[in-house]
């Protein structure tokens, strides 16, 4: 049974740089894409981007100039930074597995990981 | 961009009644690439369904997905106390890659 382990700072004051990770167990890391989501406090979900095995990222295009997803194979690992940080980057972060075969979804979440932005 | 618009925000039923949830996008999406999920509170989002109507491994068979084009359904046959949470569609599109709704509450009357 594929798991999602995150961790990461979870206090940041404005202008750092956030960075989370989120390792894979129990199952394969080839033949997926490994995606970031979050929550802001009482809000919905919104895609940060994702990553696959070989390294080929897609972002959230209001998010692009201060994301980077990045991945380690040998250790089955992907991880995000996001930086200047601002109190609007509060949320909960969640890594997932996406899923894009027959149909397109994403099945496996990280228990989350929650940030505050403040000074 | 395609938005998703979910509608309503709030809905407030009994157990045993019947819960139906619409998802609307403003472009036409396919069916492929639409799917629901669970959220209780201070947990992950959960798979109900993908490519519109197919069930995820392990959810029962009470939770329904339909239709196409523009037009989505998630559908609750029976409420069961443990479903009560809060339920977002998600569309898989160009960019950004996915983009969800903005969630209906499915509250106890």
């Known amino acids: 049974q594929v798991q999602l382990q995150q961790w990461g700072a979870g206090l940041l004051k404005p202008s750092e740089t956030l960075s989370l990770t989120c390792a894979v167990y129990?199952?394969?890391?080839?033949?997926?894409?490994w995606s970031w989501i979050r929550q802001p406090p009482g809000k919905g979900l919104e895609c940060i981007g994702d990553?696959?095995?070989?390294?080929?990222?897609n972002y959230n295009p209001s998010l692009k100039s201060r994301v980077t997803i990045s991945v380690d194979t040998s250790k089955n690992q992907f991880s995000l930074k996001l930086s200047s940080v601002t109190a609007a980057d509060t949320a909960v972060y969640y890594c997932?597995?996406?899923?894009?075969?027959?149909?397109?979804?994403?099945?496996?979440w990280g228990k989350g990981t929650t940030v505050t932005v403040s000074s | 961009e395609i938005v998703l618009t979910q509608s309503p925000g709030t809905l407030s039923l009994s157990p045993g009644e019947r819960a139906t949830l619409s998802c609307r996008a403003s472009q036409s999406v396919s069916s492929s690439y639409l799917a629901w999920y669970q959220q209780k509170p201070g947990q992950a989002p959960r798979l109900l369904i993908s490519?519109?109507?197919s069930r995820a491994t392990g959810i029962p068979d009470r939770f329904s997905g339909s239709g196409s084009g523009t037009d989505f359904t998630l559908t609750i046959s029976r409420l069961e106390p443990e479903d009560f949470a809060v339920y977002y569609c998600?569309?898989?599109?160009?960019?950004?890659?996915?983009?969800f709704g903005q969630g209906t509450k499915l509250q106890i009357k």
């Open positions: 129990g199952g394969s890391f080839s033949g997926y894409y």
């Open positions: 998600q569309q898989y599109g160009s960019s950004p890659k996915y983009t």
């Open positions: 990553i696959n095995h070989s390294g080929s990222t």
């Open positions: 490519g519109a109507s």
């Open positions: 997932a597995r996406g899923v894009t075969l027959d149909y397109y979804y994403m099945d496996v």
